[in-house]
């Protein structure tokens, strides 16, 4: 069973920059498609960003609203995939998902990943 579990929240101002972290375990990384997505209070989970598994060239989605802000990688040595978030604005704010699929057609439908951590809160204040 694969689990993942989330770091690096906290609190910024708007235009600093925060790195998630999202560290697995039970499984290979390197397989799965590996995304993020965030929730704010009152509103649905939304598809932030996606890496698709490394031998198929990992292939890199991304949200219109953090294309060329945000950053995902991933280090298969260390079983972790990375959120880079650069410029930080106060509506980025939420808790942060990471998520892992076995195999997706659709990478930003969050309805096809199997595997959730528990998330990581991102506050930004303006």
């Known amino acids: 069973q694969v689990q993942l579990i989330e770091s690096g929240g906290g609190l910024v101002q708007a235009g600093d920059s925060l790195r998630l972290s999202c560290a697995a375990s039970g499984g290979t990384l390197s397989r799965y498609t590996m995304a993020w997505f965030r929730q704010a209070p009152g509103k649905e989970r939304e598809f932030v960003s996606a890496?698709?598994?490394?031998?198929?060239?990992?292939?890199?989605y991304y949200a219109d609203s953090v294309k060329g802000r945000f950053t995902i990688s991933r280090d298969n040595a260390k079983i972790t995939v990375y959120l880079q978030m650069d410029s930080l604005k106060p509506e980025d704010a939420a808790m942060y998902y990471c998520?892992?699929?076995?195999?997706?057609?659709?990478?930003?439908?969050?309805?096809?990943?199997?595997?959730w951590g528990q998330g990581t809160q991102v506050t930004v204040s303006s």
């Open positions: 890496m698709g598994p490394t031998g198929l060239g990992a292939t890199t």
């Open positions: 998520a892992g699929a076995r195999a997706i057609l659709r990478p930003r439908n969050l309805n096809g990943y199997d595997y």
